[in-house]
């Protein structure tokens, strides 16, 4: 899997390496900038948000171009790790027992991987999502190109557009949440891209065991 | 509509009633086009560039007497030029005056993100104000008469006015002003709804047309241009005027139903997470103290 052994020198161990956070941090400053610039054109009560970032005009002709920035960064996600976040049936597991992970009684759900089912969730649900704003957001960026016989193009685009778009805020509340207020550590995971070995045992046991396994092979 | 408002109300030493009172029309303004005693001449074409400032645009030829396919950012007035087999009367020449309708329910309006972007004035008008336009282009998606057009120069997008500066002066449109033949009227709606109606019977009763009748389609509300056609029935002969016009069900979809579920949703999912938060807290690992084989450096 690694050339490199994932035990960092300090004891602690790699999660994330470095092109994984730099790709991260790409999608997540995008997204915001989309999502704030986004909002103010979806409620004239918002509306304060394009003006505080630049004026309604700019963020207008800005979003799509962080809309294509987002999309590499997510098509970049997909190869990286697309592989790691398949659905597997501990992950169907570990989804019947979610409410106990959500009422902070982690030991009695099933042990997971690198990736939790919430994780691949949000996963899945960013790259289905970013299809679908990705071509709806294609028709409205130019929708003096869409002919009036192909009008029902837009039609589609201006109902996908926001429902996609709503979907991903839930998805993003959930995730700042659970990086920046419940899970101590995660944050810095995608900062630093070190956690303590107690984090990966409490919250990933399966790729602790694997990192610890594939560290002592390589050291003999 | 300036006009309407500086009527005389009340007078001083002055015996008698006030004169005009009770004789003022309505304040909604509207277009009534003809389209039987339309001859195709563009003199309503080149007055609308006229008045409001644009050249000459590039013509197009496409077996037909029509300047372009349609109406431009730049051009907001395009007579439309159709051949159709008439069952009674033979082959006829259809000529209808395209531009913004000035719906009484109009979609572009309802679709426009920008603050102050898109107005209604109380007489109809539905005006672009091109200073708050963003150019995202909604309007071009709510309209159901393919009337806004954006201009890639301004990035901004542009329709008829219906001559706003020139009805709050109390003038008639150019293109009014410009029509030889008298197909072109402009006044109150009801009275340009009873001269509609009028001709529509004199076309019935006298020319032949069964189907005449006029065009101010309820389903956008009314609108303040209204035809008169020889046959109302089937308006799309008359180069895709669409029957039953209305604001795309996707606009209103969104605009309305989703934008309250996502509203309600988004604020929903905060108090969800702020009470979580004061429930559950964060999850602590007790680093150290949990897993004390597991801390400090490598052996």
Redesign the interface.
């Known amino acids: 899997m690694r050339d490199e052994s994932q035990?960092?020198?300090?004891?602690r161990l790699l999660r994330y390496s470095y092109r994984e956070r730099l790709v991260h941090w790409t999608a997540s400053i995008t997204y915001v900038y989309l999502m704030l610039t986004g909002l103010?054109?979806?409620?004239?009560w918002l509306?304060w948000l394009?003006i505080v970032l630049g004026g309604?005009?700019i963020?207008?002709?800005l979003h799509p171009w962080a809309g294509l920035i987002f999309t590499v960064a997510v098509v970049l996600m997909y190869v990286m790790w697309a592989f790691e976040m398949s659905i597997t049936e501990n992950d169907k597991a570990w989804m019947r027992q979610v409410e106990h992970y959500?009422?902070?009684e982690?030991e009695k759900t099933p042990p997971q991987d690198r990736f939790n089912a919430g994780q691949k969730s949000l996963f899945w649900g960013f790259v289905i999502c970013g299809i679908l704003l990705l071509l709806s957001g294609l028709v409205?960026w130019l929708?003096?190109y869409i002919p009036?016989s192909l009008?029902y193009l837009?039609?589609?685009?201006?109902?996908v557009h926001?429902?996609a778009a709503?979907i991903t805020?839930?998805l993003f509340?959930?995730h700042l949440?659970m990086g920046l207020?419940?899970?101590?550590?995660a944050l810095h995971s995608m900062v630093g891209g070190d956690v303590?070995?107690?984090?990966a045992?409490?919250?990933h046991r399966l790729w602790y065991d694997k990192v610890v396994r594939d560290d002592s092979a390589a050291r003999k | 509509m300036s006009q309407a408002t500086m009527e005389i109300r009340r007078i001083s030493g002055h015996a008698g009633s006030v004169p005009g009172a009770g004789m003022s029309r309505d304040y909604d303004v509207c277009k009534l086009i003809d389209t039987t005693t339309c001859i195709g001449c563009k003199a309503c074409e080149v007055a609308c560039l006229e008045w409001n400032g644009y050249g000459f645009a590039q013509t197009s030829f496409d077996n037909s007497y029509q300047t372009m396919p349609e109406t431009a950012w730049n051009y907001w007035n395009l007579i439309k030029f159709n051949e159709y087999q008439h069952p009674d009367h033979g082959l006829m020449l259809l000529m209808r005056k395209d531009q913004c309708m000035h719906c009484e329910d109009p979609g572009c309006l309802e679709a426009c993100p920008a603050d102050s972007a898109i107005i209604q004035y109380a007489n109809g008008i539905v005006d672009f104000q091109e200073d708050h336009c963003i150019g995202c282009g909604y309007c071009i998606t709510g309209c159901p008469f393919n009337i806004p057009k954006f201009s890639t120069e301004a990035r901004k997008v542009f329709k008829c006015t219906l001559c706003s500066d020139r009805v709050s002066q109390g003038l008639e449109p150019a293109c009014i002003k410009s029509c030889p033949t008298g197909c072109l009227h402009f006044g109150s709606k009801e009275d340009m709804s009873y001269l509609a109606q009028k001709r529509a019977k004199q076309l019935r009763d006298v020319s032949g047309f069964g189907n005449a009748g006029v065009y101010d389609p309820a389903g956008v509300g009314g609108t303040h241009v209204i035809y008169v056609l020889h046959d109302a029935t089937n308006p799309e002969i008359y180069g895709g005027l669409p029957k039953n016009p209305s604001i795309p069900w996707s606009v209103k979809l969104w605009k309305h139903p989703l934008k309250w579920l996502g509203n309600l949703a988004m604020v929903g999912g905060l108090f969800g997470l702020a009470i979580h938060y004061l429930r559950f807290g964060p999850k602590v690992v007790e680093g150290a103290d949990k897993f004390p084989e597991n801390e400090g450096p490598r052996p």
């Open positions: 035990v960092l020198p300090n004891g103010a054109f979806w409620s004239p509306y394009a309604a005009t963020s207008r002709e959500i009422q902070n982690d409205l929708p003096q009036w009008r837009r039609y589609i685009a201006v109902i926001p429902a709503l805020i839930g509340m959930i949440y207020a419940i899970e101590g550590g303590s070995r107690s984090w045992k409490e919250f």
